[in-house]
């Protein structure tokens, strides 16, 4: 059963960072692309940062490029997201997800995710 627990968010002011982390489990991780999705109320689901299994060729949305950083471990088979400058419409939850993914779907939104809010 493919698991993937997200953890590392919570409250920060503007301009203020945090580093997300995601465990898998239940896969082999080292063999598939990675990406971070955020769901934020009232908008839709975006991929925001993708990798593949190498490590190579991210991919970042246009709303967070040159401020979030995504990178995994295949040793721990733990992906991260490097959040700096946020800002509050960077708010939302924030959940990882097997495979490459450029166009999220609710199915992509399962598991355990983690709140970030960006507010003063």
């Known amino acids: 059963e493919v698991q993937l627990v997200a953890s590392g968010g919570g409250l920060v002011q503007p301009g203020g960072s945090l580093k997300l982390s995601c465990v898998a489990s239940g896969f082999t991780f080292s063999t598939y692309g990675m990406t971070w999705v955020r769901q934020a109320p009232g908008k839709d689901i975006e991929s925001v940062a993708a990798i593949h299994y190498t490590g190579g060729g991210p991919y970042y949305a246009d709303s967070v490029n040159g401020r979030f950083t995504i990178s995994r471990d295949n040793a721990k088979n733990t992906l991260y997201l490097q959040l700096n400058s946020l800002k509050t419409d960077d708010t939302g939850m924030y959940y990882c997800?097997?495979?490459?993914?450029?166009?999220?779907?609710?199915?992509?939104?399962r598991g355990q995710g983690t709140q970030v809010t960006v507010s003063s």
């Open positions: 997800a097997k495979g490459y993914i450029l166009r999220p779907t609710n199915s992509h939104v």
